[in-house]
């Protein structure tokens, strides 16, 4: 953004137009030799653009140009940026992501549920300002994605990149869970809180769901479960990321309603159920509304004076157009 200490002192500019038409355009200017061509029988003088007229007229665009830099140097202008500081602490979030092969499943039209749950993260993200967003994987391993923090390119990034079945077969929600907390426990922050995406049930890792639970509970963690999908025999299709092999068939999709419930109950969360893509944006967004604290922010504003480069350019040019003319091409006026 640019602001001016004398905003008056560009009425100046005003006078360029009139200057350049008495200059360059007025026939009574002055500098020229009047000649009748009417008794003239030979053929029409046609004077050719050489090389030297397009030389003058850049020569001339500067002498303007410059004298439009140095009116505008007169008016003080400065350069503001403006910095948005905050004085407190957003809310650390971790998304823990279930990528076992069930997460294929095509109850959430057009796409399938694990893409329904991506997309739906990135709006929560999107959403958020200075909050810390982490993101785990889990299938039959579990693995920290991104840990918390303020780049979101990076968490689209890699949110973006996760595939079904890249961890495994299995679901190793416990340990989902564990990793997620992990990277919380060493947070400042006032509020931590995990979000939890799945469909099934644990049937893989170390950690059983309920023990994890007791553990973020003990680091102040909060736990919001979501069960995705309807129960029932439903359609899914899938691509195995190792044999590149495209699986189809029907899969019959039910989750652990009553672990969900019991790792919210146990850190003092909220268990949510989504049955299609828009009650998922639904419970995101009741989320995204219950998890909001008062931000403080200071806004900074800077100023940089540039009439000193405004100036040296503008000489410059006027310069670049005299040298041009007195000493290049020799003009007497």
């Given at each position: ?86 004085m407190t602490r957003g809310i650390d979030i971790m998304f823990v992501l279930d990528q076992s092969p069930s997460m294929a499943g095509k109850d959430f ?89 799945t469909d099934g049930d644990s049937n893989a890792g170390e950690i059983i769901p309920e023990s994890a639970a007791h553990i973020a509970a003990s680091m ?62 639904t419970v995101l967004s009741s989320i995204d509304s219950i998890e909001r604290i008062e931000k403080r922010t200071r806004l900074n504003i800077k100023t ?30």
């Amino acid at each position: 953004m640019i602001t001016f200490d004398y905003p008056g002192a560009l009425l100046i500019i005003a006078i360029l137009p009139p200057l350049i038409f008495l200059r360059h355009f007025w026939n009574r200017r002055g500098g020229r030799l009047s000649f009748s061509f009417t008794i003239w029988n030979k053929e029409v003088f046609r004077p050719t653009i050489y090389l030297t007229r397009i030389i003058l007229f850049a020569g001339s665009c500067s002498l303007w140009f410059g004298l439009l830099l140095l009116i505008i140097a007169n008016a003080g202008p400065s350069l503001v940026t403006k910095e948005k500081i905050y004085m407190t602490r957003g809310i650390d979030i971790m998304f823990v992501l279930d990528q076992s092969p069930s997460m294929a499943g095509k109850d959430f039209l057009p796409g399938n549920r694990f893409e329904s749950a991506k997309n739906v993260i990135a709006s929560f993200v999107e959403g958020r300002e200075h909050d810390p967003v982490g993101l785990v994987g889990f299938g039959k391993y579990a693995v920290l994605r991104v840990p918390p923090g303020l780049d979101y390119d990076h968490f689209f990034n890699q949110l973006d990149s996760l595939k079904l079945m890249e961890l495994g077969n299995g679901s190793a929600m416990g340990m989902g869970i564990a990793v997620a907390s992990l990277h919380l426990d060493r947070s400042s922050a006032r509020e931590k809180i995990i979000i939890l995406l799945t469909d099934g049930d644990s049937n893989a890792g170390e950690i059983i769901p309920e023990s994890a639970a007791h553990i973020a509970a003990s680091m102040g963690i909060k736990i919001y479960t979501v069960g995705l999908g309807s129960v029932g025999e439903i359609p899914l299709e899938f691509t195995d990321p190792e044999t590149g092999k495209i699986y189809r068939g029907m899969y019959e999709s039910g989750y652990n309603e009553a672990i969900l419930k019991e790792i919210a109950e146990i850190t003092d969360g909220k268990f949510f159920q989504a049955l299609s893509p828009g009650a998922l944006d639904t419970v995101l967004s009741s989320i995204d509304s219950i998890e909001r604290i008062e931000k403080r922010t200071r806004l900074n504003i800077k100023t940089r004076p540039v009439h000193r480069e405004l100036i040296i350019i503008g000489f410059i040019l006027i310069l670049f157009d005299f040298f041009l003319k007195k000493w290049i091409f020799r003009e007497v006026l």
